[in-house]
T-cell receptor, first 112, second 115 residues
Framework: DAKTTQPPSMDCAEGRAANLPCNHS???????VYWYRQIHSQGPQYIIH???NNETNEMASLIITEDRKSSTLILPHATLRDTAVYYC?????????????FGTGTRLTVIP | DSGVTQTPKHLITATGQRVTLRCSPR?????VYWYQQSLDQGLQFLIQ???????AKGNILERFSAQQFPDLHSELNLSSLELGDSALYFC??????????????FGEGSWLTVV
């Protein structure tokens, strides 16, 4: 089962920052937080991941709280093409490997 | 483009039949993962192979099986198909055996429709 809680849906105005929250209060010390998105029925697209420190790449920024119980994905300037379902995933050790277990995600709609 | 290649993109078959889905991982990746996405179940982890060996097993039915070949491509075999097996099947790959810091990249999926 997913160890994360996300709002089911959010709207964001085009050109504004989209801030997607995620709660993972039961995260363990060596478990990473990953973010993926899925546009329509395409394959999940990797966005970013982190363990303790904040991370930034060309797509987004990931802010992880000091207690690691929650995080926020930031898309700095949302465009219409960012409309998608965003998944926050705690990568857990399960049956011999660290795999991804997807929850229901947040459906982000970017509004013109 | 993630570099993970899946074929076929679309497949329609009848109940009771058997199909094989194929996946080529990204160059250099040794792990292959299979996921199923249906309307009512979301994205479900099925199975992982690392360098030809089964590494982890998720919610994979006994009617389904997979293997990874020496050239690292993988096949997911679905047999005795039922209407409920209609879904998107995703393959993914990563460089390592499943270290939590190694990113997993997904292909574009194979649409299976069972009629």
């Amino acid at each position: 089962d997913a160890k994360t809680t996300q709002p089911p849906s959010m709207d964001c105005a085009e050109g504004r920052a989209a801030n997607l929250p995620c709660n993972h209060s039961t995260i363990s010390g060596n478990e990473y937080v990953y973010w993926y998105r899925q546009i329509h029925s395409q394959g999940p697209q990797y966005i970013i991941h982190g363990l303790k420190n904040n991370e930034t790449n060309e797509m987004a920024s990931l802010i992880i709280t000091e207690d690691r119980k929650s995080s926020t994905l930031i898309l700095p300037h949302a465009t219409l093409r960012d409309t998608a379902v965003y998944y926050c995933i705690v990568r857990v050790y399960f049956r011999g490997a660290n795999n991804l277990f997807f929850g229901t995600g947040t459906r982000l709609t970017v509004i013109p | 483009d993630s570099g993970v290649t899946q074929t076929p993109k679309h497949l329609i078959t009848a109940t009771g039949q058997r199909v094989t889905l194929r996946c080529s991982p990204r160059s250099g990746d040794l792990s292959v993962y299979w996921y199923q996405q249906s309307l009512d179940q979301g994205l479900q982890f099925l199975i992982q192979y690392y360098n030809g060996e089964e590494r982890a097993k998720g919610n994979i039915l006994e009617r389904f099986s997979a293997q990874q070949f020496p050239d690292l491509h993988s096949e997911l075999n679905l047999s005795s198909l039922e209407l409920g097996d209609s879904a998107l099947y995703f393959c993914a790959s990563s460089v390592g055996s499943g270290s939590p810091g190694n990113t997993i990249y997904f292909g574009e999926g194979s649409w299976l429709t069972v009629v």
